[in-house]
């Protein structure tokens, strides 16, 4: 990128796709939590957490 200035573009412009692909994902899982709250009344925020906490898993993949 020091080297050829021209090819600075696309990279920017990928990170910015994925970072607004990311906020998507999020405010989806957000909105997708809310819904089984609202149908029923079984708060599931954090239960990925939880769930870790107590069989020890080592899946912290899915923390993500």
Do not use: K
Not at 24 to 43: C, G, R, W
Not at 46 to 62: D, K, M, P, Y
Request: hydrophobic share 40%; proline share 2%; with cysteine.
């Amino acid at each position: 990128m020091r080297q050829s200035r021209d090819c600075i573009d696309r990279p920017v412009q990928n990170l910015s796709v994925f970072r607004y692909l990311e906020r998507i994902a999020d405010l989806s899982n957000n909105i997708a939590e809310d819904v089984v709250f609202t149908v029923d009344s079984d708060l599931i925020r954090h239960q990925v957490e939880n769930w870790i906490a107590s069989t020890g898993s080592n899946r912290s993949f899915l923390l993500w």
